[in-house]
C-alpha cells in the first residue's frame, strides 16, 4: 500500500489507502436526516410528512430519519411507524432522572420509539454554552441506552481562516476518545458541519468536505480500527438540491444532514433522491 500524506491547515495527516466509501461500510447506503429545528404544527407537520411519505417509501439505499421538536414525536411516531422512515430528537439530557427542569431523558426519548438523537449542534452550544465535555457526557448517555448519537463537529469561519479548523474538530472529538474511548464511535454518526455554512446558503466545496471526513475518519480509525465498518460520516451546513449530488459523490461522504430544505418536502425528496442515485451507482460499480 502507498503512503501517502495530506497537509490540513496545521497538522498533516495520513492514511494508508485511498479513501473510498466502500472501505468503511459494508453496503454503500446513506443516510439523510431531517433536522426540523424549531419549526412546525400538528397540521403542518402531517402534511410534510405525508409529502416525504409519498415519495420517499420506496428507496432502496438510502436512510431517512426525521428529527422533530420534543412536542412533535409522538405525532411522528404514529405517522412513520411500520414506514422505511426513522424519527429522532434534536437534544436530550445527560442525566436519568431528577430536578433538571426543562431537561429530557433518554428513556423518555425511547417511549416514543426514537431511535436517533442530535448532539452537540452549534445552534444549541452557542446559544445554551454547552461545553464539549457535557456534549461528551450525552454521547455516552445516548450510547447506553441504545440511541444512535448523530454527534456534530465543525469549525467557525475565523477558526478555518486561521487553518486550525482539524485542530478545532479533533479538540471535540478528543473530549469523547478521552474519557470513553474511541470505541464507543462504532454504531454512530458524526455530521460535519461548518458552522459557516449553516443557515447561509454557502455550503463547503466539495474538496473542503473531502478533507475534513478524511481527517475525522483517519482520526478515529487510528485510535480503533474495529470502528471502520459501523462509522458514518454526514455532511451538513446548507445542503441543498442543487449540491447534493456533487456532495453526496464524495468518498467518505456518508450523507447529510439537512436543515432549511428539510421543511419543504419537495427540496427534502430531491435530497434523498440525489443520496438514492449516488448510492444506487456505487452499489452497481460494488459489483463490478
Known amino acids: 500500500m502507498v503512503r501517502q500524506s495530506v497537509k490540513f491547515g496545521l497538522l498533516i495527516v495520513y492514511w494508508s489507502r485511498p479513501l473510498s466509501v466502500h472501505s468503511h461500510q459494508s453496503t454503500p447506503q446513506k443516510i439523510v436526516i431531517a433536522n426540523w429545528k424549531m419549526h412546525g404544527s400538528l ?3 402531517e402534511q410534510l410528512l405525508r409529502g416525504y411519505l409519498a415519495e420517499l417509501s420506496t428507496l432502496k439505499h438510502t436512510q431517512v430519519v426525521v ?3 420534543y412536542p ?3 405525532q411522528a411516531q404514529q405517522l412513520l411507524s411500520s414506514t422505511p422512515i426513522a424519527w429522532g430528537a434534536q437534544n436530550m439530557g445527560k442525566f436519568e432522572r431528577g430536578a433538571y427542569t426543562g431537561e429530557v431523558s433518554a428513556e423518555m426519548l425511547l417511549d416514543f420509539g426514537v431511535q436517533y438523537v442530535i448532539l452537540g449542534h452549534s445552534e444549541r452550544s452557542t446559544a445554551y454554552c454547552e461545553s464539549d465535555e457535557n456534549i461528551a457526557d450525552k454521547f455516552m448517555t445516548a ?3 441504545g440511541l444512535t448519537p448523530v454527534l456534530c463537529v465543525g469549525e467557525t469561519l475565523i477558526e478555518r481562516e486561521a487553518g486550525v479548523m482539524e485542530m478545532v474538530v479533533g479538540k471535540q472529538l478528543d473530549t469523547i476518545i478521552r474519557q470513553f474511548g474511541a470505541g464507543v464511535f462504532a454504531h454512530t454518526i ?3 458541519e461548518p458552522i459557516w455554512a449553516i443557515g447561509t446558503g454557502l455550503a463547503a466545496t466539495p474538496e473542503q468536505a473531502k478533507t475534513m471526513h478524511a481527517f475525522i475518519r483517519y482520526k478515529l480509525l487510528q485510535s480503533d480500527a474495529s470502528i471502520e ?6 455532511y451538513g451546513g446548507s445542503v441543498n438540491p442543487q449540491n447534493a ?14 436543515g432549511k430544505c428539510s421543511l419543504q418536502a419537495q427540496d427534502f425528496v430531491k435530497i434523498c433522491q440525489a443520496a438514492e442515485d449516488v ?4 452499489a452497481e460499480q460494488s459489483l463490478l
Open 279 to 282: 448510492s444506487e451507482a456505487m
Open 67 to 69: 428529527c422533530v421538536p
Open 229 to 234: 465498518n459501523t462509522l458514518k460520516i454526514l
Open 72 to 74: 412533535y414525536l409522538a
Open 143 to 145: 450510547k447506553q441506552h
Open 43 to 45: 397540521k403542518q407537520n
Open 245 to 258: 449530488v456533487q456532495l453526496f459523490s464524495v468518498n467518505g461522504i456518508d450523507g447529510g444532514l439537512v
Open 190 to 192: 458524526i455530521s460535519y
